[in-house]
Protein backbone atom coordinates (compact mmCIF):
# COMPACT_ATOMS: atom_id res chain seq x y z
CA UNK A 1 0.00 0.00 0.00
CA UNK A 2 1.30 3.56 -1.07
CA UNK A 3 1.48 6.48 1.39
CA UNK A 4 -0.75 9.02 0.51
CA UNK A 5 -1.46 12.78 1.62
CA UNK A 6 -3.01 15.48 0.71
CA UNK A 7 -1.01 19.32 0.51
CA UNK A 8 -0.72 22.61 -1.23
CA UNK A 9 -4.34 23.22 -1.74
CA UNK A 10 -5.31 20.19 -0.80
CA UNK A 11 -3.79 18.13 -3.63
CA UNK A 12 -3.40 14.41 -3.53
CA UNK A 13 -0.04 13.49 -3.59
CA UNK A 14 1.04 9.59 -3.61
CA UNK A 15 4.28 8.57 -2.71
CA UNK A 16 5.74 4.73 -2.78
CA UNK A 17 9.49 3.55 -1.55
CA UNK A 18 10.14 6.95 -0.73
CA UNK A 19 9.31 8.31 -4.51
CA UNK A 20 6.69 10.48 -5.61
CA UNK A 21 4.73 8.52 -8.14
CA UNK A 22 1.48 10.86 -8.03
CA UNK A 23 0.21 13.92 -8.25
CA UNK A 24 -3.16 15.55 -8.36
CA UNK A 25 -4.77 18.73 -9.35
CA UNK A 26 -4.57 21.35 -6.82
CA UNK A 27 -7.96 22.86 -5.33
CA UNK A 28 -6.77 26.19 -4.65
CA UNK A 29 -4.49 28.46 -6.67
CA UNK A 30 -2.76 30.71 -3.67
CA UNK A 31 -1.96 30.34 -0.41
CA UNK A 32 -0.89 32.94 1.55
CA UNK A 33 1.11 30.79 3.86
CA UNK A 34 3.07 28.87 0.94
CA UNK A 35 3.98 32.03 -0.67
CA UNK A 36 5.23 33.66 2.42
CA UNK A 37 7.10 30.95 3.62
CA UNK A 38 8.34 29.11 0.40
CA UNK A 39 7.59 31.84 -2.21
CA UNK A 40 4.91 29.68 -4.30
CA UNK A 41 3.12 32.43 -5.86
CA UNK A 42 0.74 29.81 -7.84
CA UNK A 43 -0.06 26.33 -6.62
CA UNK A 44 0.84 24.04 -9.47
CA UNK A 45 1.33 19.92 -9.58
CA UNK A 46 4.53 20.78 -10.07
CA UNK A 47 5.44 23.21 -7.49
CA UNK A 48 3.37 20.66 -4.97
CA UNK A 49 5.93 17.83 -6.26
CA UNK A 50 8.60 19.36 -5.34
CA UNK A 51 7.22 20.21 -2.57
CA UNK A 52 6.72 16.71 -1.57
CA UNK A 53 10.29 15.92 -2.57
CA UNK A 54 11.88 18.40 -0.24
CA UNK A 55 9.56 17.21 2.86
CA UNK A 56 11.14 13.20 1.57
CA UNK A 57 14.73 14.74 1.55
CA UNK A 58 14.55 17.20 4.27
CA UNK A 59 13.07 15.50 7.42
CA UNK A 60 12.40 11.44 5.85
CA UNK A 61 8.62 11.84 5.33
CA UNK A 62 7.23 8.22 4.54
CA UNK A 63 10.83 7.02 4.67
CA UNK A 64 13.15 5.72 7.09
CA UNK A 65 14.92 8.64 8.26
CA UNK A 66 11.74 10.24 9.58
CA UNK A 67 12.99 13.26 11.74
CA UNK A 68 10.96 13.14 14.61
CA UNK A 69 12.59 16.48 16.58
CA UNK A 70 11.28 19.16 14.73
CA UNK A 71 11.34 22.86 15.16
CA UNK A 72 7.88 24.80 15.89
CA UNK A 73 6.61 24.90 12.06
CA UNK A 74 4.28 28.07 12.65
CA UNK A 75 3.33 30.13 15.87
CA UNK A 76 -0.38 28.63 16.40
CA UNK A 77 -0.98 25.35 14.51
CA UNK A 78 -2.50 22.54 15.92
CA UNK A 79 0.68 20.97 16.98
CA UNK A 80 1.52 23.70 18.61
CA UNK A 81 -1.29 24.36 20.61
CA UNK A 82 -1.39 20.87 21.81
CA UNK A 83 2.60 21.08 22.37
CA UNK A 84 1.95 24.05 24.88
CA UNK A 85 -0.93 22.35 26.26
CA UNK A 86 1.24 18.91 27.42
CA UNK A 87 3.66 21.23 28.60
CA UNK A 88 1.49 23.50 30.93
CA UNK A 89 -0.46 20.70 32.16
CA UNK A 90 -3.83 21.56 30.29
CA UNK A 91 -3.59 18.02 28.77
CA UNK A 92 -3.25 14.48 29.36
CA UNK A 93 -1.94 13.45 26.18
CA UNK A 94 -2.75 13.86 22.58
CA UNK A 95 -4.33 11.49 19.69
CA UNK A 96 -2.94 12.68 16.41
CA UNK A 97 -1.70 10.86 12.85
CA UNK A 98 1.96 10.34 11.35
CA UNK A 99 3.54 9.01 8.75
CA UNK A 100 4.18 5.66 8.49
CA UNK A 101 2.39 4.54 12.29
CA UNK A 102 -1.47 5.97 11.67
CA UNK A 103 -3.01 7.13 14.56
CA UNK A 104 -0.80 7.81 17.51
CA UNK A 105 -1.36 8.43 21.05
CA UNK A 106 1.23 10.89 22.64
CA UNK A 107 2.22 12.40 25.56
CA UNK A 108 5.83 14.07 24.65
CA UNK A 109 5.28 17.61 23.73
CA UNK A 110 8.79 16.99 21.22
CA UNK A 111 7.35 13.86 19.66
CA UNK A 112 4.00 15.41 19.10
CA UNK A 113 5.50 18.53 17.46
CA UNK A 114 7.66 16.12 15.69
CA UNK A 115 5.45 14.38 14.09
CA UNK A 116 2.61 16.58 13.15
CA UNK A 117 4.38 20.19 12.86
CA UNK A 118 5.13 19.53 8.99
CA UNK A 119 2.65 17.13 8.36
CA UNK A 120 -0.53 18.10 5.86
CA UNK A 121 -3.52 16.25 5.32
CA UNK A 122 -2.34 12.11 5.86
CA UNK A 123 -5.00 10.32 3.79
CA UNK A 124 -3.34 6.60 4.62
CA UNK A 125 -0.03 5.37 5.32
CA UNK A 126 1.40 1.67 5.47
CA UNK A 127 4.00 0.67 8.67
CA UNK A 128 7.14 1.71 8.47
CA UNK A 129 9.26 0.63 11.68
CA UNK A 130 12.12 2.59 12.16
CA UNK A 131 9.06 5.62 12.74
CA UNK A 132 7.47 2.98 14.90
CA UNK A 133 10.30 2.65 16.60
CA UNK A 134 11.14 5.87 16.96
CA UNK A 135 7.98 7.28 18.56
CA UNK A 136 7.69 4.35 21.17
CA UNK A 137 11.14 5.36 22.34
CA UNK A 138 9.66 8.83 22.97
CA UNK A 139 6.92 7.58 24.73
CA UNK A 140 4.13 7.68 22.19
CA UNK A 141 1.70 4.66 21.88
CA UNK A 142 1.22 3.49 18.05
CA UNK A 143 -2.85 2.85 17.81
CA UNK A 144 -2.02 -0.18 14.92
CA UNK A 145 1.27 -1.17 13.99
CA UNK A 146 0.04 -3.89 11.71
CA UNK A 147 -1.89 -2.03 9.68
CA UNK A 148 -1.39 2.13 10.33
CA UNK A 149 -4.18 3.13 10.92
CA UNK A 150 -6.18 6.26 11.50
CA UNK A 151 -8.82 6.18 13.81
CA UNK A 152 -8.96 9.22 16.18
CA UNK A 153 -11.84 7.60 17.93
CA UNK A 154 -10.28 4.61 19.04
CA UNK A 155 -7.23 6.72 19.43
CA UNK A 156 -9.10 8.46 22.59
CA UNK A 157 -11.12 4.93 23.67
CA UNK A 158 -7.45 3.65 23.74
CA UNK A 159 -6.28 7.24 25.67
CA UNK A 160 -9.04 6.52 27.94
CA UNK A 161 -8.18 2.84 28.97
CA UNK A 162 -4.79 3.79 29.87
CA UNK A 163 -6.07 6.41 32.49
CA UNK A 164 -6.33 9.58 30.42
CA UNK A 165 -8.91 12.37 30.51
CA UNK A 166 -7.91 15.52 29.28
CA UNK A 167 -6.58 14.51 25.35
CA UNK A 168 -6.48 16.98 22.80
CA UNK A 169 -7.77 15.07 19.25
CA UNK A 170 -7.63 15.99 16.02
CA UNK A 171 -10.25 15.43 13.24
CA UNK A 172 -10.56 16.24 9.57
CA UNK A 173 -14.10 15.00 9.24
CA UNK A 174 -17.53 16.44 10.96
CA UNK A 175 -18.92 13.37 11.58
CA UNK A 176 -15.65 11.65 13.58
CA UNK A 177 -15.93 15.48 15.54
CA UNK A 178 -19.64 14.28 16.45
CA UNK A 179 -18.65 10.66 17.49
CA UNK A 180 -16.00 12.36 19.47
CA UNK A 181 -18.45 14.13 21.52
CA UNK A 182 -20.89 11.04 21.97
CA UNK A 183 -17.85 8.74 23.39
CA UNK A 184 -16.64 11.79 25.63
CA UNK A 185 -20.04 11.74 27.31
CA UNK A 186 -20.13 8.04 27.32
CA UNK A 187 -16.72 7.66 29.07
CA UNK A 188 -16.62 11.11 31.36
CA UNK A 189 -13.91 12.71 29.36
CA UNK A 190 -12.30 16.40 28.77
CA UNK A 191 -11.94 16.60 25.27
CA UNK A 192 -10.16 19.39 23.12
CA UNK A 193 -11.23 18.59 20.02
CA UNK A 194 -9.50 20.26 16.94
CA UNK A 195 -10.17 20.40 13.69
CA UNK A 196 -7.67 20.06 10.56
CA UNK A 197 -7.65 20.01 7.14
CA UNK A 198 -10.87 21.67 6.26
CA UNK A 199 -10.09 21.97 2.43
CA UNK A 200 -13.15 21.40 0.31
CA UNK A 201 -15.35 20.96 3.08
CA UNK A 202 -19.39 21.44 2.37
CA UNK A 203 -21.31 24.28 4.56
CA UNK A 204 -23.32 21.73 6.08
CA UNK A 205 -20.22 19.47 7.33
CA UNK A 206 -18.44 22.74 8.47
CA UNK A 207 -21.17 23.35 10.26
CA UNK A 208 -21.81 20.47 11.46
CA UNK A 209 -17.76 20.08 12.34
CA UNK A 210 -17.73 23.82 13.67
CA UNK A 211 -20.37 22.60 16.83
CA UNK A 212 -18.36 19.73 17.75
CA UNK A 213 -14.58 21.23 18.04
CA UNK A 214 -13.22 23.66 20.61
CA UNK A 215 -10.76 25.21 17.73
CA UNK A 216 -10.34 24.59 14.02
CA UNK A 217 -7.99 25.54 11.28
CA UNK A 218 -9.20 27.17 8.49
CA UNK A 219 -7.16 25.88 5.81
CA UNK A 220 -8.95 27.51 2.49
CA UNK A 221 -12.49 26.65 3.36
CA UNK A 222 -14.65 29.54 2.71
CA UNK A 223 -17.68 27.61 4.82
CA UNK A 224 -15.43 27.64 7.82
CA UNK A 225 -14.48 31.08 7.79
CA UNK A 226 -18.45 31.96 6.63
CA UNK A 227 -19.94 30.20 9.89
CA UNK A 228 -17.42 30.39 12.43
CA UNK A 229 -18.31 32.66 15.69
CA UNK A 230 -14.82 32.37 17.22
CA UNK A 231 -14.27 33.60 20.65
CA UNK A 232 -10.55 33.93 19.52
CA UNK A 233 -8.95 34.24 16.26
CA UNK A 234 -5.17 33.92 15.57
CA UNK A 235 -3.86 34.91 12.19
CA UNK A 236 -6.07 36.59 9.59
CA UNK A 237 -4.69 35.25 6.18
CA UNK A 238 -5.54 31.35 7.14
CA UNK A 239 -6.29 32.24 10.79
CA UNK A 240 -6.66 29.67 13.77
CA UNK A 241 -10.33 29.64 15.50
CA UNK A 242 -10.91 29.12 18.94
CA UNK A 243 -14.61 28.33 19.45
CA UNK A 244 -15.03 26.98 23.06
CA UNK A 245 -13.94 28.83 26.48
CA UNK A 246 -11.89 26.04 27.07
CA UNK A 247 -10.29 25.89 23.56
CA UNK A 248 -9.90 30.01 23.88
CA UNK A 249 -8.01 29.26 27.37
CA UNK A 250 -5.17 26.84 25.46
CA UNK A 251 -5.01 29.21 22.40
CA UNK A 252 -4.31 32.21 24.76
CA UNK A 253 -1.97 29.59 26.61
CA UNK A 254 0.16 28.94 23.45
CA UNK A 255 0.52 32.77 22.90
CA UNK A 256 2.72 32.77 26.11
CA UNK A 257 5.38 30.44 24.11
CA UNK A 258 5.47 32.03 21.26
CA UNK A 259 8.77 34.25 21.37
CA UNK A 260 8.05 37.29 18.87
CA UNK A 261 5.47 40.02 19.85
CA UNK A 262 1.89 39.78 20.08
CA UNK A 263 -0.67 41.63 19.24
CA UNK A 264 -3.99 41.25 21.65
CA UNK A 265 -7.06 43.31 20.89
CA UNK A 266 -10.88 42.78 21.22
CA UNK A 267 -13.09 42.95 17.97
CA UNK A 268 -15.41 41.49 16.20
CA UNK A 269 -14.31 38.11 14.73
CA UNK A 270 -13.43 36.93 12.85
CA UNK A 271 -11.55 38.93 11.33
CA UNK A 272 -10.66 38.54 7.19
CA UNK A 273 -9.11 41.37 5.42
CA UNK A 274 -9.77 40.08 1.33
CA UNK A 275 -6.32 40.76 0.10
CA UNK A 276 -4.91 37.85 2.68
CA UNK A 277 -7.15 34.83 1.74
CA UNK A 278 -6.76 31.76 -0.43
CA UNK A 279 -8.03 32.09 -3.58
CA UNK A 280 -10.31 30.27 -5.36
CA UNK A 281 -11.57 29.02 -2.19
CA UNK A 282 -14.40 25.76 -2.55
Known amino acids: MPHIMELMGKTRVVVKDGKVIEVGEPEV ?52 VMMTGLRRGLLDTTVTACDGTGTVIASNPTLVQGM ?47 GCKKIAVTVAFASTAKELRELEAE ?35 KPIRDLAKPLAQVGTAVPLFALTQKGKELVVERAKEVKSSILINTMPLPELP ?8 R
Open 29 to 80: QWCPIFAKVRGIQKITPEEVKKNMEFRISDFGIFTDKRQLGLEDFVGFGATE
Open 116 to 162: GGRMSGLVETEPIESIIDGITERGGIVLDPLTAKIDPVAGVRKASEL
Open 187 to 221: LGLDLIVIGVHVTGISREEAQILLENVDITTSCSS
Open 274 to 281: ENKQPREL
